[in-house]
């Protein structure tokens, strides 16, 4: 008998769904369909830029070289925006690990191929070559600054450049509001070069190589003391919000954190703080100042160095800082004299003196070590819980004006709200105490107030140019000799890179991170 091979298989008979279920049931079933589709779709979909950041444990960041944004300090790496990413990294939990660029260019071509989760540029988000990223504003704002050569003449509208061509830096801040700026003046001459950074910029318009140039106001404020022939002539445009760059194949987990970060900065007054500590003494030491703090450092430092040096050593500070004190103090001038009776090196008064153990305070080396040893003692009544660099401008203000005055500022800025612990808070109230209706309600009574406030802030930039002058940086920072004043290697000195286009990039950079 044969057999059909199909009768094996048993017959089911296939009745309408709707008999077999309730409405309600088979709504349930519906939801749960979804549900499980959902859940194993998202099981198989691409984790979040943030998720695979923290599971890698590394944000890399793509800088580039530059005061405002990242350089190598004297003590590690530092500048306005790595600071900011390094608290971010701090925030998410992970490692802050960073690639340095040549330019701008190589930041753009980088984020263009996903090899970085962001871009420190100090490019505003309004820039032409910022387009195609996504950006997440800083709270800092730049403007495109027009300087000249001081000896040359002068620039101080558009009328009065003339016939000379202004050179910038390209893939920066500045082509869109040139390109506005010829519009309207078509008989205006700019060039771009892309082998320059701004430092090379203002080399060029100290020595007089170039007349006119077009600059970061940022770069012009952290770097202008340096370059003493360099004057602001005017603004091209208004201030601009300087941004992050995210690459635009990132989704917005990363872009959002970023935001969420910078809102509880601002709102905490870390934000505020970590911008006065970059840029909140760069107004006090104007054109004649540098010059002469520049001369001295070359022909009368010299003579003291070794002992700053050493007694710094002696009491763990940075020699440089002890340094800037004594000039503030004196000059470095072993036998100034006020006419308050303060005398000396350090121009310690007769009681400061004894009370430090100094016999003989126009002896410069004894006069410096009781300064230092004084400074000390000073910074050591300083609350150890307030971080640094605030406890030691506390401690210069203190130095200069006492330290009951300077607590009856703290005390102030509290009742006011502000934070005693912060000396850009500090520093408003500082000048009050000049003011009977301030005064009359501490302890400690009058006091000059303004002095303290402008003491700290020369101190904080007379140290940033022993910094720059003594201490060796990278190539792109150290400054050359000359005869007068402080510049950048010539180009003889420094061959310049070749230029580089968004299409070439390195090969170090030239590498994905795992989470990309």
């Known amino acids: 008998m044969s057999v059909n091979q199909f009768s094996l298989v048993p017959v089911v008979q296939v009745r309408p769904i709707r008999r077999l279920f309730r409405p309600s049931a088979i709504r349930r079933l519906r939801y749960a369909f979804v549900l499980g589709l959902a859940g194993f779709l998202g099981a198989c979909s691409k984790p979040s830029t943030l998720d695979e950041l923290k599971q890698e444990g590394v944000l890399h960041v793509i800088a580039r070289p530059s005061t405002s944004v990242y350089y190598e300090g004297r003590d590690g790496p530092s500048g306005f925006e790595y600071e900011l990413a390094k608290r971010f990294a701090a925030e998410l939990g992970v490692e802050l690990r960073v690639r340095v660029a040549e330019n701008n260019g190589q930041i753009l071509s980088v984020l263009n191929r996903g090899y970085a989760h962001i871009g420190l540029a100090g ?21 495109s600054t027009l300087i000249y050569n001081r000896k040359s003449d002068s620039a101080r509208d558009v009328e009065s450049i003339g016939t000379r061509t202004v050179h910038y830096v390209a893939d920066s801040n500045h082509p869109k509001f040139i390109a506005e700026l010829t519009q309207l003046y078509p008989e205006l001459k700019f060039e771009a070069h892309p082998d320059l950074d701004t430092a090379g910029i203002l080399e060029r318009v100290e020595s007089g190589k170039f007349k006119v140039a077009v600059i970061d106001s940022t770069e012009l404020a952290l770097n202008q003391v340096f370059f003493p022939n360099v004057k602001k002539g005017f603004n091209l445009n208004k201030p601009q919000p300087i941004a992050w760059l995210f690459p635009s194949q990132q989704d917005d987990t990363l872009v959002n954190a970023a935001r969420q970060f910078f809102s509880k900065l601002q709102a905490n007054g870390k934000l505020d703080q970590l911008k ?11 054109y004649v100042g540098a010059r002469t703090f520049v001369y001295h450092v070359r022909n009368r430092l010299p003579t003291y160095e070794l002992s700053f040096q050493t007694t710094a050593s002696k009491y763990d500070m940075d020699w ?5 004190i004594g000039y503030q103090e004196s000059h470095w001038r072993p036998n100034a004299v006020s006419p308050t009776g303060v005398r000396g090196m350090m121009m310690l008064t007769r009681n400061t003196a004894q009370y430090v153990g100094i016999d003989n305070r126009l002896d410069p080396e004894k006069s410096i070590d009781g300064g230092a040893r004084y400074f000390q003692m000073v910074h050591d009544q300083i609350p150890a819980d307030i971080p640094e660099p605030d ?7 203190s130095y200069n004006v006492g330290y009951g005055h300077l607590e009856d500022a703290r005390r102030l800025a509290e009742g006011a709200g502000a934070n005693p612990d912060r000396w850009i808070d500090v520093m408003e109230y500082l000048p009050l105490l ?12 009058y006091a000059r107030g303004h002095e ?34 402080p510049s950048l290697p010539s180009d003889g000195a420094t061959p310049a890179s070749p230029p580089m286009s968004q299409g070439s990039i390195p090969s170090a950079l030239s590498i994905a991170p795992p989470t990309l």
């Open 123 to 143: 490019l505003a988000s309004s820039a032409a070559n910022t387009e195609k990223l996504k950006t997440v504003p800083t709270s800092l704002t730049v403007q």
């Open 276 to 286: 006065e500590r970059f840029y909140g003494h760069l107004d006090r030491l104007n």
């Open 320 to 324: 440089r800082l002890l340094a800037a």
């Open 391 to 397: 406890r030691t401008w506390f401690a210069l203000a």
């Open 434 to 445: 000049s003011q009977k209706k301030w005064y009359s309600k501490t302890k400690y009574g």
């Open 452 to 485: 303290p406030v402008v003491y700290v802030q020369n101190i904080r930039r007379y140290f940033d140019v022993l910094a720059w002058m003594k201490q060796p940086l990278s190539s792109h920072e150290q400054l050359a000799q000359q005869d007068d004043i």
